[in-house]
């Protein structure tokens, strides 16, 4: 299922948050799936159910040129991670 993944990444425990790193970026083994088959050099397209709130984000990510969007009324699944330097 697309969606959308929102990531933080947090410092060590000791440090300030103030370092801390909020990303956002698409989601999906669809996704997923194509980037790297694009990254290889294959050509391939990554068709993705967005809802209308995410459309424009979507067509201006850094995987913009390998979707080919369906938008559907509402928003998007959000998944969100939050990781420190550990990983």
């Given at each position: 299922?697309?969606?959308?993944m929102r990531?933080?990444?947090?410092?060590?425990?000791?440090?300030?948050?103030?370092?801390?790193?909020?990303?956002?970026?698409?989601?999906?083994?669809?996704?997923n799936?194509?980037?790297?088959l694009?990254?290889?050099?294959?050509?391939?397209?990554?068709?993705?159910?967005?809802g209308?709130?995410?459309?424009?984000?979507?067509?201006?990510?850094?995987h913009?040129?390998?979707?080919?969007?369906?938008?559907?009324?509402?928003?998007?699944?959000?998944?969100?991670?939050?990781?420190?330097?550990?990983?």
């Open positions: 299922e697309p969606g959308e990531i933080a990444l947090l410092p060590c425990r000791s440090e300030d948050l103030s370092g801390a790193k909020l990303g956002r970026e698409l989601s999906g083994k669809g996704v799936l194509s980037a790297a694009s990254r290889a050099g294959i050509a391939t397209t990554a068709i993705v159910v967005l209308e709130d995410d459309l424009t984000f979507a067509t201006h990510s850094e913009a040129a390998i979707l080919r969007p369906v938008t559907v009324a509402g928003a998007t699944r959000v998944n969100t991670s939050i990781l420190d330097d550990a990983g």
